[in-house]
């Protein structure tokens, strides 16, 4: 519930994430409305930590260009965003 206030609270975010579904481990995994690529966001714990990250790299890290190159965000580790070409979540 929290991550849907938060989406739907900031306009970027609803602007960003079409889809969150719950994988049976518990992780969550957002699909974005623009790239074919898959966001981990892991376990619902330190969120607003792992979406600033995200924000970062989306509006200073990957040239529009790059993003087809990616096939997964792994939001999942604290301090880290990884981003990998295989869809192996």
């Known amino acids: 519930m929290k991550l849907a206030r938060i989406f739907r609270n900031d306009p970027f975010w609803n602007a960003q994430i079409e889809q969150v579904y719950v994988k049976r481990n518990g992780d969550f995994v957002m699909v974005p409305r623009v790239g074919d690529h898959l966001i981990l966001l892991g376990p619902p714990e330190r969120v607003e930590e792992k979406l600033r990250n995200l924000r970062a790299l989306y509006k200073q890290g990957l040239s529009?260009?790059?993003?087809?190159?990616?096939?997964?965000?792994?939001?999942?580790?604290?301090?880290?965003?990884?981003?990998?070409?295989?869809?192996?979540?």
């Open 64 to 89: 529009p260009r790059e993003w087809n190159n990616y096939q997964v965000i792994n939001l999942k580790f604290k301090g880290q965003v990884l981003c990998s070409k295989k869809r192996n979540i």
